[in-house]
T-cell receptor, first 112, second 114 residues
Framework: DQQVKQNSPSLSVQEGRISILNCDYT??????FLWYKKYPAEGPTFLIS?????DKNEDGRFTVFLNKSAKHLSLHIVPSQPGDSAVYFC???????????FGKGTRLSVIA | AAGVIQSPRHLIKEKRETATLKCYPI?????VYWYQQGPGQDPQFLIS???????DKGSIPDRFSAQQFSDYHSELNMSSLELGDSALYFC?????????????FGPGTRLTVL
């Protein structure tokens, strides 16, 4: 049973526009959420995280929003750049102290 | 800044052979995780070590074992290899005492079993 779900396997966005990647989770014990970006033949790279005590965290062009009641989080990238084209994984854990549980990833393509 | 180092980057083995994957965590990180990622799949947690002791165990087959050494590097030993073991194997490290779990991943070892 997939505890972290990324229901969109792929997303295409025009350069300069906003990219919104979505993630849902089922385990109410999760209280820490992370987004990773992965290029082919490389390991996942940590992007941004959010604790369940917050509903928003921003870092430059990247903002993560958390809606605990809906068990939903999203990653906003604005403006999108061609270099953002990669697979984005949503991940979650409990108390920052357990192995990460990953979603299946969303492949983002930013078109120039 | 130093990152997680994994070796080898690529490994080709035949069925029933053994393989050893190595991971060198970021200096001063106290926790090492191993993940397996099959084609088109998400990374699946195998096993982790905190301060050289096994801390969590995931979907690691009995044919696999791992350990963390005194210098904090870790090795994943895989025996009786099967075709289905072909995958990317990632090691990640984190500083658990920081209270957060930003895991930093290595570049991975691509294992191909023929």
């Amino acid at each position: 049973d997939q505890q972290v779900k990324q229901n969109s396997p792929s997303l295409s966005v025009q350069e300069g526009r906003i990219s919104i990647l979505n993630c849902d989770y089922t385990n109410s014990m999760f209280d820490y959420f992370l987004w990773y970006k992965k290029y082919p033949a490389e390991g996942p790279t940590f992007l941004i995280s959010i604790s369940s005590i917050k509903d928003k965290n921003e870092d430059g062009r990247f903002t993560v929003f958390l809606n605990k009641s809906a068990k939903h989080l999203s990653l906003h990238i604005v403006p999108s750049q061609p270099g953002d084209s990669a697979v984005y994984f949503c991940a979650a854990d409990v108390s920052g102290n357990t192995p990460l549980v990953f979603g299946k990833g969303t492949r983002l393509s930013v078109i120039a | 800044a130093a990152g997680v180092i994994q070796s080898p980057r690529h490994l080709i083995k035949e069925k029933r052979e053994t393989a050893t994957l190595k991971c060198y965590p970021i200096p001063r990180h106290d926790t090492v995780y191993w993940y397996q990622q099959g084609p088109g799949q998400d990374p699946q947690f195998l096993i982790s070590f905190y301060e050289k002791m096994q801390s969590d165990k995931g979907s690691i087959p009995d044919r696999f074992s791992a350990q963390q050494f005194s210098d904090y590097h870790s090795e994943l030993n895989m025996s009786s290899l099967e075709l289905g073991d072909s995958a990317l194997y990632f090691c990640a490290s984190s500083l658990k005492t920081s209270g957060h779990n930003e895991q930093f991943f290595g570049p991975g070892t691509r294992l191909t079993v023929l």
